[in-house]
């Protein structure tokens, strides 16, 4: 199906359930292929920040997309906050954007407490119109009879419709969404199998044809969303700087009425020196009782000499 309008994809999903080696498939490349996205598999480990690669669909040379491989969530060096928060400020950069595709691995079929998380908040930064321009892909979805019979070997027997339901049970929890198409692949197929390469064409067929049905979504006011744990730690940080900045802020007080002291002790002694007496009035006062003693001694004897010749 060809469309002039350069579709945007945006990969969304936990950290390992198979983004950034769908975003190479869906863009024509080997999984691996030096021009695609680094995938946890080959030598540049997982993705870290959001990115984008511009091609052709199935590498078709007709429609034109755009792959935006996001770090996702649970990611491998513990930083979601702030892998998110570049990807916020990235989509809001791009404008709009035509379709999100939550990777599921269908291999653990289960919905668990990361997705949970994840997905609450791509809810809260995008709105609950994130459903209308929402597709899944289950990853790691072998159509083969040797996978059916394995799987069919489990108790209670691993079916699509199974994981399908699991996954939408847990989307629509507390919301009203509308329908959620789902789809299913195993992005590493052998495409020389005619039943995985027919099953792999069949449901990127319905995955095109559903996103080119979607109208582009604005990204432009979104805004970053943290979760309990992450804002917890966010005002313990600001209180760790608050006091941070209080202790120095108290040393520095201290330091300059440490200063002030000295200064007032200075100041102090200038004082005490500048009121001492000049040197001759100290001998004066020195002088002055033994002159007075002279003077008393002088005028007794002058007295008693006076008596005597009377
Ligand atoms: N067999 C198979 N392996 C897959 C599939 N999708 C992803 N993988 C593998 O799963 C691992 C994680 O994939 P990656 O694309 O790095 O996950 P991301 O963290 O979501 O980008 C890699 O080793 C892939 O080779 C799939 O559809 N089938
Ligand atoms: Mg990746």
């Known amino acids: 199906m060809a ?3 350069r579709l945007s994809i ?20 080997e999984p691996d292929q030096p021009e695609g996205f680094g995938t946890s598999s080959s030598s540049r480990s997982c993705t870290l920040d959001t990115e984008t690669r511009n091609g052709f669909w199935l590498g078709d040379k007709i429609t034109p997309i755009r792959i935006i491989d996001t770090p996702g969530h649970g990611d491998c060096d513990g930083r979601d906050e702030h892998h998110r ?3 916020v400020k990235f989509l809001q950069a791009e404008g709009t954007v035509d379709a999100f595709v939550w990777i599921k691995n269908s291999q653990q079929p289960r919905y668990d407490k990361q997705e949970a998380e994840y997905f609450g908040i791509l809810m809260k930064v995008f709105g609950p119109s ?3 321009n929402l597709v899944v892909v289950f990853t790691r979805w072998a159509f083969g009879k040797k996978d059916e019979v394995r799987r069919n070997r489990r108790r209670p027997p691993l079916t699509l419709e199974d994981v399908k339901k699991e996954l939408w049970n847990s989307f629509v929890e507390g919301r009203d969404p509308i329908e959620v ?5 195993d992005a590493l ?8 390469a027919a099953a792999f064409r069949r449901e990127m067929e319905v995955f095109l044809s559903t996103i080119t049905k979607f109208s582009a979504m604005p990204v432009r006011e979104i805004q970053m969303v943290r979760t309990e744990a992450e804002k917890l730690e966010q005002q313990i940080e600001s209180l760790r700087e608050e006091m941070k900045a209080n202790r120095d802020l108290a040393g520095e007080g201290l ?3 440490i200063k002030k002291m000295e200064e007032l002790e200075d100041n102090l002694k ?7 007496p000049p040197a001759w009035l100290e001998s004066m006062r020195l002088f002055a009782p033994i002159a007075q003693k002279l003077l008393d001694f002088g005028l007794r004897i002058a007295e008693r000499r006076l008596l005597k010749n009377e």
């Open 85 to 87: 928060e570049k990807m």
């Open 255 to 257: 330091q300059i009425a």
């Open 130 to 132: 994130l459903f209308k």
């Open 270 to 276: 200038r004082n005490r020196e500048s009121q001492q």
């Open 3 to 5: 469309t002039n309008r």
């Open 181 to 185: 198409p789902m789809m299913a692949v």
């Open 10 to 29: 945006v990969l969304v999903g936990v950290t390992g359930s198979g983004k950034s080696t769908l975003g190479n498939i869906l863009l024509g490349f």
């Open 189 to 196: 197929h052998d495409s020389e199998d005619e039943i995985e």
